[in-house]
């Protein structure tokens, strides 16, 4: 993991910031999905409603995000039936999924308490 | 990317899609307007687009292994290449059809000319020819075997065959096989073990030795029930009581060149009965096989065959008055050598049909390309990088190169099998052909490069930020008249290459017709022949040979049908028996004169001439007083009689002939009592040698043919030699029966009509002019795909230009002429530039043909008919599809 990020910090400081804005939705979506199971649109409802609309999630970045954190194994899915008896595809946040909640809000900690000290630096 | 998670995905958007219309709908949106807010909402930026958008941004978050990204790409390539099937076969087809035929012809070729025979240090295998008098490839005396094999040091092994015909009786139907004699030396120079058994040993051969035979797996299994301890075994050979000493492998076979008369399927190996040494100096039989010592050039051993040519003829007067001396010809050369200029030329006509080919593959390329330019542009616009696109169409290549090099595969070895089917006997002798792989691998990467090539400039257009402009232009994917020019040039090219193709096939076509038309100085039809071999022990006297010829000819002419039966020791164009030849000269002849001339020596009975239906021009055949006394009296063709009297008859004139009479060869003079029509009895095109035909009697050869003539319904005069008249097969039985009701124990072989021997010679010319056909179908057939393609293109792309002119009174004729006009420009010019083409190909295989010339202006007019009307059909069908256009629906088309 170590290496990974040593990695990734000497690939270019484009790389750093779009890492940072999909980690940041990574942790949102895996936040959104704490409660229980959603559907595409839900999760993009609820992260709307946990960041009081600071955020919305436009289906462009939505859906390959989710696509993505399933394929590493965060997310499982599964069809079913919605709340108004349409047929959708539901995400559930898997163990790994919540140990990445953890490992990504920890970090996130750090991250924001770093930027805020820098801030108050100045 | 598996097919079931795209399909999974397409399905979570229309929910996605669903979910949103359901709760614009909550908000008080009627269901039509929440479907397009939600489509909106979605898409941001335009409906599909935004979709697609989306789906191509989470297939770029598929785990791409390199596996799983090709799978994508290669799903991709295939659902292009579905939306355009008829574009898609055509390339596969082309590809399939062009390479298919040049990996077969190649493996031909390659097996031919190319892989080295398959025989123990085949590189320094070499015949030794003997030259004399006016022969330059002539068998060497036994005395001048014995001499080589002393002096040449150059020379590791010397050994030598002579092939004749022998009879198998005491183990079922007797059976006439054929028989190489040969030095005890001669099997180990070509394999190095027999299957079963062993060599014969130094000093087997020669007179008084035990009877030994190596003999074909081919026999051994037919004859001998494949008897695994035949070693050892006793077999009745022309009488003879002979020791198998072993049996060779099935794959063994002699090459030789057919001109050395040493066929390929000798079935038995007989070790050399006769005295060498004490032979006569000059009776020349044996066909000689050396072995250069390693590291010896041919030039070396010719340099010493020179040497060894002039100390014979220092110490024999004989070889100084004939000339002789020898010449090294090593083995592959001379076995590969008649068939070299064919072969070539077929190589030819395959590069230009693979040249068509690949101009068409290169022109549906391009076609599809220029059409490509917006997709390929509006991928780049939706992010795609230009390695990506390549990669893409690197796919697309691929696929399509694959599947043509399958189909090509299949192809290729069914044309191959038909090859092999064909081939006339002394084409391949080198070993079975393969598909040329190489060749195949070669055009493949051919197509992978023309196909990113082609697909890469749009992409490259696309990168360098040309997009708007592109997607500006409508999506017609037009590049102006650029691409039109360049793939009517394409298409002048493959017209005029297909029309070298069809010249020469026509040319081909035409020698066949020739060589069918050609009088080779006897005639086929109604005759039927059939093979004896007198076996020496039970007909040792002339006089045993000459009563048994005689009374068999009476037999078989007494046959109910038949007109005449005639007995010679030769058949017309019957190759598989030895030829004799030898000096003649006329009577008062100086002596330096007398070794120039050669005739072939034919020894027949009284009604040979009329049963092979020979012209006789002048004089009277044979009588059988002349066989009974043993009178000194020939027959002579005209182009001897020519050469040696010419502006005066024959008749009455003087020769001095060989003659063998108690096995004694003499020269004595005869009396010219006849002149017929020279009878082609090598080939029918060349007139080898002079003829001479003396009485039986005066050379009775253990080896005879016969021919029946079957009275056919017809009056019997005239007609080309063929298969015209009635089927001479029906005398087969009669013939046998009459044959065995003499002597059962005599085989009866190769009871075949005369008209089998005409084929025969007609075979390798067949098998070219049919290759050459085949290839000018390849051609004619790529060539109007091609024009059809960039025709129809042509249509396509001004589908509105077309409807405005029909808008605007254009009457169907006019629509028609201009796209008949358009279509057939390429054509007309690339028949023309092919013409010229034509002419300056023919003179490199005027030597294969017969009968026409080089520039048969018939030919040629005839090629550029056959494709102007192929081109006017090509244009036709695209021509009807524009004047059937309706103008608001081609207005219409963007």
């Known amino acids: ?122 | 990317m598996r097919p079931d998670d795209d399909r999974d995905l397409d399905d979570e958007i229309e929910a996605t899609l669903d979910l949103m219309a359901d709760e614009k709908e909550r908000a008080g949106l009627s269901s039509g307007a929440a479907r397009r807010a939600a489509r909106l909402e979605l898409g941001r930026g335009g409906a599909a687009f935004g979709v697609e958008a989306i789906k191509e941004g989470v297939r770029d978050t598929r785990p791409r292994t390199a596996l799983s990204g090709w799978l994508s790409d290669l799903r991709q390539a295939l659902r292009g290449m579905a939306r355009t099937p008829g574009w898609t076969a055509l390339v596969v087809l082309t590809l399939g059809v062009g390479l298919g035929a040049s990996t077969a012809i190649c493996g031909v070729v390659n097996a031919v000319l190319l892989r080295p025979l398959p025989y123990p240090a085949a590189d320094r295998l070499a015949l030794i020819w003997a030259h004399f008098g006016p022969e330059s490839k002539a068998p060497a005396s036994g005395h001048q075997l014995l001499a080589l094999r002393e002096r040449s040091r150059l020379f590791d092994t010397i050994g030598g065959i002579w092939v004749t015909s022998a009879a198998l009786t005491g183990h079922g139907e007797p059976e006439q096989i054929r028989a190489g004699f040969v030095t005890a030396n001669f099997l180990p120079l070509l394999i190095d073990k027999p299957a079963l058994g062993r060599h014969f040993a130094d000093g087997e051969d020669g007179p008084g030795k035990p009877a030994l035979v190596i003999l074909s797996d081919a026999i051994w299994r037919r004859r001998f029930g494949a008897d695994p301890d035949m070693v050892g075994r006793t077999i009745q050979m022309d009488g003879r009581a002979v020791e198998v000493r072993g049996v060779l492998p099935s794959s063994f076979r002699i090459a030789f060149p057919e001109s050395s008369r040493v066929p390929p399927d000798i079935d038995a190996y007989i070790p050399m009965p006769f005295d060498l040494a004490g032979g006569p100096l000059d009776v020349s039989f044996i066909r000689v096989l050396g072995r250069m010592t390693s590291g010896t050039t041919p030039v070396q051993a010719q340099a010493e065959l020179d040497r060894i040519g002039a100390a014979l003829r220092a110490e024999y007067k004989e070889y100084a008055s004939q000339q002789l001396g020898f010449n090294v010809a090593p083995l592959h050369g001379e076995v590969v050598g008649p068939a070299r200029p064919a072969l070539l030329a077929l190589s030819g006509g395959v590069a230009l049909v693979l040249l068509i080919a690949c101009i068409n593959v290169a022109s549906l390329l391009l076609a599809r390309g220029a059409e490509r330019q917006r997709e390929l542009t509006m991928r780049s616009a939706l992010g795609a990088s230009p390695g990506r696109i390549a990669r893409l169409l690197l796919t697309e290549s691929v696929v399509l190169a694959l599947a043509g090099g399958a189909l090509a595969l299949g192809i290729g070895s069914w044309l191959l099998a038909a090859l092999q089917a064909l081939q006339p006997e002394g084409v391949a002798r080198t070993g079975p052909a393969r598909l040329d792989l190489g060749a195949l691998a070669f055009a493949i990467a051919a197509t992978l490069a023309a196909g990113i090539l082609s697909g890469l400039t749009p992409a490259v257009a696309a990168a360098r930020g040309r997009i708007a402009e592109v997607l500006k232009r409508g999506g017609r994917g037009q590049t102006g008249g650029g691409l039109q020019r360049a793939r009517n040039i394409l298409i002048g090219c493959e017209v005029a290459l297909g029309c070298a193709v069809l010249a020469s096939a026509g040319l081909m076509a035409r020698t066949m017709h020739s060589l069918v038309r050609v009088d080779p100085g006897f005639e086929a039809g109604r005759a039927l022949t059939l093979q004896l071999a007198l076996p020496g022990p039970r007909y040792p006297a002339d006089a045993d040979r000459v009563r048994f010829a005689l009374r068999a000819q009476e037999a078989l002419g007494a046959i109910p049908g038949v007109e005449v039966a005639g007995m010679g020791s030769n058949l017309p164009l019957d190759t598989s028996l030895p030829n004799w030849y030898s000096p003649y000269w006329r009577e008062g002849a100086q002596e330096g004169e007398r070794d120039g001339l050669m005739a072939d020596h034919r020894s027949v009975l009284p009604g040979f001439f009329r049963a092979v239906g020979a012209h006789l021009l002048e004089g009277r055949d044979f009588t059988e007083d002349d066989v009974a006394q043993g009178r000194l009296v020939a027959v002579v063709d005209d182009t001897l009689a020519r050469r040696n009297w010419p502006g005066q008859s024959a008749i009455g004139k003087r020769l001095a002939l060989e003659t063998m009479i108690e096995s004694d060869f003499k020269t004595q003079p005869a009396e010219v009592i006849g002149v017929v029509h020279h009878v082609q009895f090598h080939s029918l095109t060349d007139e080898v040698r002079e003829q001479v035909y003396i009485p039986y009697s005066l050379a009775p050869r253990n080896q005879i043919s016969f021919v029946l003539r079957s009275r056919g319904r017809g009056d019997g005069q005239g007609g080309s030699a063929g298969r015209d008249g009635d089927d001479p097969g029906a005398l087969a039985s009669p013939a046998r029966a009459a044959i065995a009701a003499l002597d059962p124990d005599l085989p009866v072989a190769r009871v075949v009509p005369l008209a089998h021997y005409v084929d025969q010679a007609r075979r390798a010319t067949r098998f070219l002019s049919l290759l050459s056909a085949a290839l000018a179908g390849i051609a004619l057939l790529l060539a109007v795909v091609g024009v059809y393609g960039v025709s129809s293109g042509s249509v396509t792309r001004r589908t509105a230009e077309i409807g405005v002119r029909v808008a605007l009174g254009a009457r169907r004729l006019d629509v028609m002429g201009l796209v008949l006009g358009q279509g057939m420009r390429p054509v007309l010019l690339g028949c023309a530039a092919g013409l010229g083409l034509s002419a300056l190909l023919a003179p490199l295989y005027a030597h294969l043909l017969f009968g026409v010339r080089p520039f048969d202006l018939a030919t040629y007019g005839a090629v550029a008919v056959v494709l102007v009307l192929a081109g006017l059909l090509a244009c036709y069908v695209p021509a009807r599809r524009a004047v059937r256009l309706d103008p608001l629906d081609a207005l219409r088309a963007d």
């Open chain 1, 1 to 122: 993991m170590a290496k990974a990020e040593t990695k990734s910090a000497g690939s270019g400081a484009a790389d750093a910031r779009s890492d940072l804005v999909r980690g940041t939705l990574e942790m949102l979506i895996l936040k959104a999905l704490v409660p229980g199971p959603l559907h595409g649109l839900g999760v993009a409802r609820r992260v709307g409603q946990i960041t009081r609309g600071a955020f919305e999630v436009g289906p462009g970045s939505l859906f390959p995000a989710l696509h993505r954190m399933e394929a590493a194994g965060w997310l499982a899915s599964e069809w079913s039936e919605s709340e108004n008896r349409r047929r959708a595809k539901f995400y559930t946040l898997t163990k790994a999924g919540r140990r990445r909640l953890e490992h990504e809000s920890k970090r996130w900690g750090r991250v924001s308490l770093a930027i805020a000290r820098a801030l108050e630096a100045t």
